[in-house]
Every structure is written in structure tokens, then in C-alpha cells.
């Protein structure tokens, strides 16, 4: 019985190991609203993917996690903003893509910043 105990801990924490390297390795995107408008959506068009957000209400936050895109190109995106479109273009590089956050801010007048590491 020790042996099975041993072995469930064992296990359960090779699980949470593997979890959390995989959260703290994959690249990300963070979208942040600090407007008063709510964010009806976010798109961006990587070299390899495309990565959607839905609404982010004002003052809200939202992440989603995408896959290694092995390749460079460029990161199109398009946010909606109270019915405006603000759309914009950046490098991508495949290079240092472990662990890479996007962030994409609104401001308080609902003008959009785009940065990446």
C-alpha cells in the first residue's frame, strides 16, 4: 500500500510539473482593457496560426496560448474597440518564441498598444 501511495504522489506530481512547464514555455497572448468601452474582439494573424479573443469587458484581462509557430514572418492584428477597428502589423520572430508574451493593451481612450518580447 506504501508503494501505491509513493507511486499516485509520484505521478500526480510529475502531472503538475509538466503543467506548469508547459504554462511557463508556451508563448501567449495577453489582452488587457483599460478603457470604458468593452473590447469586442481581438484577431491576430501569426506566421503559422491565427489566435481569437472574444469580448474583454473594461478593466478585464483575458490570456490564451498558442503554439510554437517555427517560423518568422509577421504578426497581423485587428482589435475592435467600441466599434472602431484599430488594425497594425509587427516582425515576428521564431527565434526566443519559449515563453514569449504578447501584450495588447487599450487605453483609457481606447487607443491600442501592441508589445512584444
Given amino acids: ?16 510539473v509538466g503543467v506548469t512547464a508547459h504554462r511557463l514555455l508556451s508563448p501567449k497572448v495577453v489582452v488587457t482593457n483599460l478603457s ?11 506566421p503559422a496560426s491565427r489566435v481569437t479573443f472574444g469580448a474583454v469587458e473594461p ?36 527565434s526566443g518564441e519559449f515563453g514569449r508574451v504578447i501584450q ?3 487605453d483609457a481612450k481606447g487607443l491600442v498598444t501592441v508589445l512584444t518580447d
Avoid: C, H, W
Fill in 1 to 16: 500500500m506504501k508503494k501505491l501511495i509513493i507511486a499516485l504522489v509520484s505521478v500526480m506530481t510529475l502531472m503538475l
Fill in 104 to 106: 495588447i493593451e487599450v
Fill in 36 to 46: 470604458g468601452f468593452p473590447i469586442q474582439e481581438v484577431t491576430l494573424n501569426l
Fill in 59 to 94: 478593466g478585464g484581462t483575458s490570456t490564451i496560448y498558442y503554439s510554437l509557430q517555427r517560423k518568422s514572418g509577421t504578426l497581423d492584428y485587428r482589435v475592435q474597440v467600441n466599434d472602431i477597428a484599430q488594425d497594425g502589423s509587427l516582425p515576428y520572430s521564431d
